[in-house]
């Protein structure tokens, strides 16, 4: 059995696009694996969150990805800032990162650009912390999209080159977990790109059935197919591939076929699509709903939590600690 281990990153509330990329599929893979799934709080400081915001993102997706299915009986759910053992590693690892390749980083780079009035330490040293999370499990498998690539990469670097220095076999060299054809890319309502919390064209799980009405009849059309079996613009394309996702094949058949006889009503279509959506996330939005009163049951879930991550990261960090050379007096 391979150790999977994912970091989540506290942005609040999860969309369509977030089920069907990431979540859904942790979902399955706890029961696969030993899975580690962990909410990134001190990543989330590089950019100086209020102290409300901070806990309550953590609370509110901690909320959501039990909603979806995670189980904290069959997983390892916990918090980063609930495992010091984590900013330890993460010291440690300062020692061997070398601040040309730190800058070098695609992500640092970019937010040089993003944000060039706070480029704090933290934000150079992102990878370095990110490795400290997965090796700290010594995982072997990281579900990452495109964009983490890199720092997995680094990830395997600092390992090679502890393993190096001290002359050991400690560290794995993680790699990246594949879904393969599990991983459904949701676009956006807007017409272009992917469905994305910053872009606003996002449907949250937890959306009210009025919302999700709303939101889905203000998504992007054109003016309709002129030419039988034209190929669909972008933005139909997209109403087609969220359809996909949560409607019936008999649903999405029936509109397949409207289109190329260029008979299509777009109205019609989205009324359709919105009740679908609505049935797809009414027993999600129950479950948040539901937890979100549930304080006594989230402490337990963390106090679970925590325990099983610390035992996993107390035993690393004893042994990486007798591997430097440190010794009790
Ligand atoms: N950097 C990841 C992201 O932005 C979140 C993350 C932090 C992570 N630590 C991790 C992901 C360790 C995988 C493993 O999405």
């Given amino acids: 059995m391979e150790t999977v281990l994912s970091g989540i990153?506290?942005?609040?509330?999860?969309?369509?696009?977030?089920?069907f990329g990431a979540l859904r599929n942790f979902v399955k893979m706890q029961h696969e694996h030993n899975c580690y799934f962990f909410i990134a709080d001190y990543h989330s400081l590089t950019t100086n969150p209020a102290p409300v915001d901070l806990h309550g993102n953590v609370r509110q997706v901690l909320i959501e990805?039990?909603?979806?299915?995670?189980?904290?009986?069959?997983?390892?759910?916990?918090?980063?800032s609930n495992l010091p053992e984590v900013a330890e590693l993460y010291l440690?690892?300062?020692?061997?990162?070398?601040l040309g390749e730190l800058e070098r980083t695609t992500s640092f780079k970019e937010k040089l650009r993003s944000q060039p009035d706070n480029v704090n330490a933290g934000l150079l040293t992102y990878p370095v912390l990110m490795a400290a999370d997965i090796l700290i499990h010594k995982?072997?498998?990281?579900?990452?999209?495109?964009d983490q690539e890199p720092h997995l990469e680094m990830t395997r670097n600092f390992a090679k080159r502890f393993n190096r220095i001290y002359k050991v076999n400690y560290f794995p060299e993680p790699v990246a977990y594949n879904f393969g054809d599990d991983l459904i890319k949701i676009p956006?309502?807007?017409?272009t790109g992917k469905m994305g919390k910053s872009e606003g064209n996002g449907i949250f799980l937890v959306d009210d059935p009025e919302t999700i009405r709303?939101?889905?009849?203000?998504?992007?059309?054109?003016?309709?197919?002129?030419?039988?079996?034209?190929?669909?613009?972008?933005?139909?394309?997209n109403?087609?591939?969220?359809?996909?996702?949560?409607?019936?094949?008999?649903?999405?058949?029936?509109?397949?076929?409207?289109y190329n006889k260029c008979e299509i009503r777009y109205g019609e279509m989205k009324k359709q699509l919105a009740e679908d959506i609505i049935s797809f996330c009414s027993p999600f939005r129950g479950k948040i709903l539901e937890?979100?009163?549930?304080?006594?049951?989230?402490?337990?879930?963390?106090?679970?939590?925590?325990?099983?991550?610390?035992?996993?990261?107390?035993?690393?960090?004893?042994?990486?600690?007798?591997?430097i050379g440190f010794k009790r007096f």
């Avoid at 996909?244 to 509109?255: E, L, M, N, R």
């Fill in 239 to 258: 109403l087609f591939t969220i359809m996909q996702a949560v409607s019936k094949p008999d649903t999405i058949a029936y509109f397949e076929e409207k």
């Fill in 65 to 80: 990805y039990l909603a979806a299915g995670l189980d904290p009986n069959i997983c390892t759910l916990y918090i980063q």
């Fill in 92 to 98: 440690l690892f300062n020692m061997n990162a070398y």
């Fill in 139 to 146: 995982a072997n498998k990281v579900p990452v999209g495109k």
């Fill in 291 to 323: 937890l979100q009163k549930q304080d006594k049951y989230l402490h337990e879930v963390v106090g679970t939590g925590t325990e099983k991550a610390k035992a996993s990261a107390l035993k690393t960090i004893k042994e990486v600690r007798e591997i």
């Fill in 214 to 237: 709303k939101k889905v009849m203000h998504a992007v059309t054109d003016s309709g197919p002129t030419i039988m079996n034209q190929e669909k613009p972008e933005p139909i394309k």
């Fill in 188 to 191: 956006g309502l807007d017409g």
């Fill in 9 to 19: 990153r506290p942005t609040g509330n999860l969309h369509l696009g977030n089920y």
